[in-house]
C-alpha cells in the first residue's frame, strides 16, 4: 500500500509541459546527407524496402535523390553505404505544407569501392 | 506569421492560443483509416493519452465527419476505402482541413502506387499538411495539427481578401 503511494509520489505526473520533446538519441528519424562521395553500387537503391532512394549518374557526378514520403526510416541505407553518404539522425519533425520540400537531393562525385565485391 | 517550427520555444499552450486565433474555439478532428496497418492510428491514439493529453488544448477526436474541423487520414487509400473517404470528405464541414499521416498516406509508401492501393491521399481530395515517418511520433503529428492551422489562416486570409475587393468593385 505504502509502497504504491511511494511509487506515485515519486512518478508525480507524467504529462508533458513541452510539446516538442527531443527524441530518444538511437531514435531511427530523418535521413540526411552527410558527405558528397559516391561509388555507384547501387546497395541503398536495392535494400531500401519502400523504393524511395534514386540514383542518377551522369559522367563523373552522381545525383542522389531521397523521397521522406515514401521512406520508412528503417535505416538500411545508412547501414550498407561504404561512403556514408546517407546518416540517420533522430531528428523527426517533417510535417510540411509543400509536398516537394520531401524530396532531398546530393550531387556526388565518384569514388572508387574500397572493398573489392566477390563475384558469385 | 510564425511557421510551425519557430513555435517551438515557448510553446506550454502554443496550440491552444493558435486554435482560438485562427479558429475562435476548440478543433474536432474525425480519423479516417483508408486502408493503414494500424501503425499510424496507434500513434494517434497516444494523443489523448496522460502523457500527452491532448483534450488539455481543447483538440478532440470525434465519431462523425459532420462534428469535425479536420480530417485525418491514415493508409494509402485503397480501391475499396476510396469511396469512404470521398463520404467522408464531402461529410465533413468546412474547413476541411484534410491532414495526411504516415508514408502511406503521403506518397503510397511501402505499398507504392498499385491496382488496389491509389498511393497517396492527395490523388483522391485536397491535402493540407503531409506528415511522413513510419509511424510519425504523435509530437510530430501536433506539430502537422500546426501546420494544418496555419495553412487555414493564410487561405482563409486570401478568401476574406477576395471577398471585400469584389465587394468594393461591386459597388462602384
Redesign the interface.
Given at each position: 500500500m505504502f509502497d504504491l503511494i511511494r511509487k506515485i509520489w515519486r512518478t508525480k505526473t507524467?504529462?508533458?509541459?513541452?510539446?516538442?520533446?527531443e527524441?530518444p538519441e538511437r531514435f531511427r528519424g530523418k535521413p540526411i546527407f552527410t558527405s558528397n562521395e559516391c561509388t555507384g553500387c547501387q546497395a541503398c537503391t536495392t535494400s531500401c524496402?519502400?523504393?524511395a532512394i534514386t540514383l542518377q549518374q551522369n559522367d563523373d557526378t552522381i545525383t542522389v535523390s531521397l523521397?521522406?514520403?515514401?521512406?520508412?526510416?528503417c535505416g538500411i541505407c545508412a547501414e550498407v553505404c561504404e561512403t556514408n553518404i546517407i546518416e540517420i539522425t533522430n531528428e523527426?519533425?517533417?510535417?510540411?505544407?509543400n509536398?516537394n520540400e520531401?524530396t532531398v537531393s546530393q550531387q556526388a562525385t565518384l569514388a572508387k569501392l574500397l572493398t573489392a565485391r566477390k563475384e558469385v | 506569421m510564425k511557421s510551425?517550427?519557430e513555435q517551438?520555444t515557448d510553446?506550454?499552450w502554443?496550440?491552444q492560443k493558435r486554435m482560438k486565433e485562427v479558429l475562435g474555439r476548440s478543433l474536432h478532428i474525425r480519423h479516417v483509416d483508408s486502408g493503414s496497418c494500424n501503425g499510424c492510428d496507434f500513434e494517434m491514439n497516444t494523443l489523448t493519452n496522460?502523457?500527452?493529453?491532448i483534450q488539455?488544448f481543447g483538440v478532440d477526436f470525434v465519431a462523425s465527419p459532420r462534428h469535425a474541423d479536420m480530417l485525418m487520414v491514415t493508409g494509402g487509400v485503397t480501391r475499396h476505402l476510396e469511396e469512404a473517404l470521398i463520404k467522408t470528405y464531402n461529410a465533413a464541414s468546412e474547413p476541411k482541413m484534410v491532414v495526411a499521416i504516415g508514408?502511406c498516406a503521403?506518397?503510397?509508401?511501402?505499398f507504392?502506387r498499385t491496382y488496389a492501393n491509389y498511393g497517396?491521399v492527395?490523388h483522391i481530395v485536397p491535402v493540407?499538411?503531409?506528415?511522413?515517418?513510419?509511424p510519425?511520433?504523435p509530437?510530430?503529428?501536433?506539430?502537422?495539427i500546426l501546420?494544418a492551422l496555419?495553412?487555414y489562416e493564410e487561405l482563409s486570409r486570401n478568401r476574406y481578401e477576395e471577398l471585400s475587393r469584389n465587394k468594393g468593385e461591386n459597388r462602384h
Open positions: 507524467v504529462t508533458k509541459t513541452e510539446l516538442f520533446t527524441a524496402p519502400a523504393g523521397s521522406y514520403t515514401t521512406c520508412i526510416f523527426y519533425r517533417l510535417a510540411t505544407k509536398k520531401l | 510551425g517550427k517551438t510553446l506550454r502554443t496550440l496522460p502523457i500527452y493529453d488539455r508514408a503521403c506518397s503510397g509508401g511501402i507504392g497517396g492527395g493540407y499538411v503531409y506528415v511522413p515517418g513510419c510519425p511520433r509530437e510530430a503529428i501536433i506539430e502537422g501546420l496555419d495553412r
